[in-house]
């Protein structure tokens, strides 16, 4: 009997390879999907509101997927826990194809918000069940190399978004921005039902009475409340108005009354016993500052080079290869000699460094700093970010029982995306309040009345602007700019301390077999 389970493992590892790679070409298209969405819809917006009309609702077309996307993370994490992974992920990408496809036949801006949340409630499926799916099919000793790859996804979408956006709505119309989903997810779901092959859970068949509904609605509750907070405040309404007052209280009390409820019930939709392992926690608080770096980068770097540099919009976008490559291929790299060392520490550790370095430098940037010197600061804080963005995600996987597998990866995809949502929040506050004080010292009442509305204008409106308004608003946004990276500067620092606090923790398994999972658990692909 030995014999034969051998030779079956022996012929099932001889198969393992090729099946893998077809599953993680699925598992890419599926990430590109939820990576690439936002990215091209943010070019064709002029068009759509051109369209559809309903400019006062514009806003609402991106922040109802973010919100929906936040708010069910955590869910759908706990749904391939519970019920099995291949069939709740291939849920949220029919969920996401359906949103897509009726956002691309969306008659008024009303219809098109809310189909983006649905589009939005697939999208968090996908991306945990990405990560989830590479935990269960991968040991961690092997797991880095793989995960590299998808943060090269990330960084594709991230450079093709516009570009690809721009494209398809100048050729093909707005309504295609969302119908190419369709074959693409329609190639990622032919791949996955076939290929894969997952072992059912230990808890498969738990009554639906068991399922933790008062703790995933106050989850939802809070979560979009807070990102609402971050999305609204110093934008929608003024910081200390009566509204985000009163969301930021519907929010902290929600996740109060959250945290109680878990302690309670049988099968809690966060488990807090996974915050019991110190490695789980502080890769939780380094992914959240990640998070909230990436995306103030990706947000303010564009616009210096936009108002100060010059660059087209669509330049700037190709203008943030140097971080975003130094990002993939650092990430690769780190995957790679994590696979081959099994050991990690040295990746949050370094990574933190580069990226305190990098936004300091970046803060250094004035009006007359070329795009070489800007490019090799970008690159510096990508070198950083491509150090954390997957190790992450693995030392949070390999901190948690299998059982858990879902649950660790939905709530390191959630503390990334809360941290881009503050980030965005808090920096782009700051620069707002530092461009316009500087546009008042240099340009009396006509700078406070060009920033009276935003801070941020487009190069249209900057044309327009008389040259001493004009050059006082670029030095206006260096000066944004420099109070912005600073800041994350002060918060990356929160990141290297609690990478000194690591355990380096050995790796699970390696060549293809966990050293520690029963025979039972062991993936067949």
Not at 1 to 14: D, F, P, W
Not at 23 to 38: E, K, P, Q, S, W
Not at 209 to 223: M, S
Not at 484 to 507: I, N, Q, S
Request: aromatic fraction near 6%; hydrophobic fraction near 55%.
């Amino acid at each position: 009997m030995a014999e034969k389970q051998a030779v079956e493992s022996e012929a099932e590892a001889g198969k393992r390879p090729r099946s893998v790679r077809v599953v993680l070409l699925a598992l890419m298209i599926a990430m590109l999907l939820a990576m690439l969405d936002n990215m091209i819809i943010g070019t064709a917006m002029p068009t759509i509101v051109g369209d559809l009309g309903g400019l006062e609702h514009l806003s609402w077309v991106v922040t109802a997927y973010t919100l929906a996307t936040a708010a069910s993370t955590p869910i759908w994490g706990k749904l391939g826990d519970l019920y099995g992974r291949k069939g709740i992920f291939m849920t949220s990408i029919v969920i996401f194809l359906i949103g897509s496809a009726l956002s691309g036949m969306a008659q008024d801006m009303g219809q098109l918000i809310g189909f983006r949340a649905v589009q939005g409630l697939g999208a968090g499926g996908l991306m945990v069940g990405v990560m989830a799916i590479i935990g269960d099919l991968i040991p961690p000793r092997e797991r880095g190399k793989y995960q590299g790859l998808m943060a090269g996804v990330m960084a594709l979408a991230m450079i093709a978004g516009p570009l690809v956006g721009g494209s398809i709505t100048d050729h093909w119309g707005w309504r295609w921005s969302f119908y190419i989903n369709l074959p693409l997810g329609v190639l990622a779901l032919g791949a996955i039902s076939v290929v894969l092959h997952l072992p059912k859970p230990s808890r498969a068949g738990k009554p639906a009475r068991d399922i933790d509904y008062l703790g995933a609605v106050l989850l939802t509750v809070g979560i979009t409340a807070l990102v609402l907070v971050t999305t609204w405040g110093g934008t929608e309404y003024a910081w200390g108005s009566a509204v985000i007052m009163e969301l930021a209280a519907i929010g902290v009390a929600s996740l109060v009354g959250f945290l109680f409820v878990e302690t309670r019930v049988a099968e809690p939709v966060m488990p807090l016993h996974i915050f019991r392992s110190r490695n789980f926690t502080l890769m939780s608080v380094i992914g959240f500052i990640t998070g909230f770096v990436m995306f103030g980068a990706v947000l303010f770097l564009p616009l210096y080079q936009q108002s100060v540099q010059g660059a087209s919009a669509t330049n700037s976008g190709l203008l943030l290869l140097p971080m975003l490559g130094a990002m993939l291929a650092v990430s690769m790299v780190a995957g790679r000699v994590t696979t081959g060392s099994g050991r990690y520490k040295v990746f949050p550790v370094a990574g933190s460094v580069l990226m305190i370095v990098g936004l300091f430098l970046l803060a250094q940037m004035d009006t007359g700093t070329s795009r070489v010197t800007s490019g090799v600061f970008m690159a510096v804080l990508g070198a950083g970010m491509g150090c954390l963005m997957q190790i992450t995600m693995l030392v949070a996987q390999n901190s948690v029982e299998m059982k858990d597998m879902g649950v660790a990866s939905s709530t390191a995809t959630l503390s990334r995306t809360l941290g881009s949502s503050f980030g965005v929040a808090i920096m782009g506050a700051l620069f707002n309040s530092r461009v316009q004080e500087v546009m008042a010292e240099r340009a009396g009442a006509l700078g406070s009345a060009v920033t009276e509305r935003s801070a941020q204008l487009d190069a249209a409106s900057l044309a327009k602007l008389p040259v001493a308004a004009r050059e006082a608003y670029q030095f206006a946004v260096v000066a944004g700019t420099h109070s912005a990276f600073l800041l994350g500067a002060g918060v990356a620092v929160v990141a290297l301390v609690a990478a000194v606090f690591v355990r380096e923790v050995p790796l699970k398994g390696a060549g293809g077999m966990t050293s520690e999972a029963p025979a039972k658990e062991t993936v067949a692909v």
